[in-house]
């Protein structure tokens, strides 16, 4: 070992027996915690140094560790990182994916108070999600608390409630679109022979003011089954115990429901809220399958901010103006999350 060597090692074990001394007298544990990290570090260069090594060993572990991770991370920035990035650069910018980028500042956010189709999508979509959430909810909670008694064919019930989730989303919109059929579908038979109502009268589920309310049906009806598996794994994970004392102390089903059960769902509730408001905000397939039509183009009264980003981006090639409309999407998204999270915070505070 040289000269130079020497006397680097020589300082870094000085100042490792002077923070080993420090590290002895601070009280303050998280000042100790900094301190010994800080010691590891310097400890971690001396061993190298004595025994001549380019590469610690702790650095040769975590090269090894960055190389599993590397391929997904690079695959991640690449397809998702680097797009989003780049929308939210595209949203300040006007572009046709041709001609040459244009910098026009908040001209595209500017637009949207006086788009007609963008107004109406926001609108449905908020519309979407506050029906779709407390109604899939309250379906998928009652639905896990009946499937979690002892009853027979649980297993059976448990699958058939399932299967909406897991069926091909074309096969089942092309089921409902049979089902609620103008003129051919059973509901509306049924309201024409059994309720009497005017053929002329006969409402049009997959058009006007009702199309929202056979997407949330719809949606509902297939989401409701997974979110029942969540919420029976929580019900599973509440102690019997409990159960026990509150039927002692005399409480009734209702009474156990509201005291025990419901807290003690607190935090998977939290989930399934958060999950289920993010998945009803991106909704697209579920709006083209249901009330596109043979061309897949919705209407006004049909039309949510990811179908009119999409028509925007790839229909017109008004890539700005479909990024802005992306950007008020992620806003909006971010602040319900935010909002969520701070509510259940604020709860368990």
């Not at 090692?9 to 303050?28: A, F, G, H, P, V």
């Not at 041709?98 to 001209?107: H, W, Y």
């Not at 309201?191 to 006969?202: A, D, G, I």
């Amino acid at each position: 070992m040289d000269a130079k060597k020497a006397a680097l090692l020589q300082k870094l074990e000085k100042e490792s027996s002077d923070l080993m001394d420090r590290i002895r007298s601070e009280q303050n544990i998280d000042k100790k915690k900094a301190l010994i990290v800080k010691r590891d570090k310097i400890e971690r260069k001396a061993v190298a140094i004595r025994y001549n090594r380019k590469i610690s060993r702790e650095t040769k572990k975590d090269l090894v560790a960055y190389s599993f991770i590397a391929p997904n991370f690079i695959g991640f920035a690449v397809f998702t990182l680097i797009p989003i990035v780049f929308a939210f650069l595209l949203a300040f910018l006007e572009w046709d994916g041709n001609n040459a980028i244009k910098f026009v500042g908040l001209d595209n956010f500017l637009r949207l108070p006086s788009d007609t189709f963008f107004t109406a999508a926001f609108k449905n979509t908020i519309i979407y999600v506050v029906g779709t959430v407390p109604l899939t909810m309250i379906a998928s909670l009652a639905l896990s608390i009946v499937l979690n008694q002892k009853i027979r064919a649980r297993g059976f019930f448990r699958t058939v409630s399932f299967f909406p989730y897991v069926a091909s989303l074309v096969a089942i919109t092309a089921v409902w679109s049979m089902i609620f059929h103008p003129s051919k579908g059973p509901i509306n038979y049924f309201l024409y022979s059994v309720c009497n109502v005017p053929q002329n009268e006969l409402p049009k589920w997959f058009s006007g003011s009702l199309v929202m309310v056979t997407l949330i049906l719809f949606s509902v009806w297939k989401y409701m089954g997974y979110y029942m598996v969540i919420y029976l794994a929580g019900l599973q994970g509440i102690s019997a115990e409990l159960y026990e004392a509150g039927s002692l102390d005399g409480a009734n089903t209702w009474q156990k429901f509201r005291y025990i059960t419901w807290p003690q769902l607190r935090s998977t509730t939290f989930f399934v809220v958060v999950m289920l408001t993010i998945n009803c905000f991106k909704v697209y397939d579920i709006a083209v399958m249901l009330a596109g039509g043979g061309d897949g183009k919705l209407s006004t009264s049909a039309t949510v901010l990811v179908y009119y980003i999409y028509q925007n981006a790839f229909n017109y090639w008004d890539l700005g103006y479909s990024s802005a409309i992306a950007m008020v999407l992620f806003v909006l998204v971010l602040v319900v999350t935010l909002v969520q999270f701070r509510y259940e915070k604020k709860l368990n505070e």
